[in-house]
């Protein structure tokens, strides 16, 4: 028996249904609950966060995308949480906040290496951004406090060419 939603129609299910008595070995029902109360948890935190900088709330949106990111890295959801530091970013940004906005997009360039890789030249950009307003020497400073090593090699030279674009 299929479902239809207006025009759509949705498939019946493909699996063998459970008969009376049996159980899913893998999860529990509860544990399902738990973890949809978590993720809802998270959305709305990132949700909060946006509305607020829409309203330019930016320390409002600031601490929302905080939370919202420390959960997902607990989670180990690393698309999310580099879409979360993002978003922090941009509202550092926004700030003129270049010295705290620089470290956010230093960790969200090294989660997209690590994890993801979808926003490496959206990241790129935000630290060629960063490098443009405070220069080279303090560009390099909270590199190095950031990373514990210099801003050198290829992520250099990436970064550099990037800032040399922005005219």
Request: with cysteine; net charge negative.
């Amino acid at each position: 028996m299929s479902l239809q939603y207006g025009s759509v129609k949705i498939p019946p299910p493909t699996a063998t249904p459970l008969k009376r008595g049996q159980q899913l070995n893998t999860i529990t029902s509860q544990e399902v609950v738990n973890e949809l109360e978590k993720k809802l948890l998270i959305f709305y935190a990132n949700f909060l966060g946006m509305v607020a900088e829409d309203q330019s709330q930016f320390d409002v949106a600031i601490n929302y995308y905080k939370k919202a990111w420390e959960m997902y890295e607990k989670f180990c959801d690393w698309y999310w949480a580099s879409q979360t530091l993002g978003k922090w970013g941009r509202v550092l940004e926004a700030q003129e906040n270049y010295a705290q906005a620089l470290p956010i997009y230093i960790r969200a360039l090294a989660i997209e290496q690590e994890h993801n890789q979808d926003l490496i030249c959206y990241y790129i950009n935000a630290l060629a951004r960063m490098l443009k307003q405070l220069g080279e020497s303090q560009f390099q400073v909270i590199w190095r406090d950031a990373t514990g090593e210099e801003c050198a090699g290829e992520v250099r030279e990436v970064i550099w060419t990037a800032r040399d674009e922005l005219g």
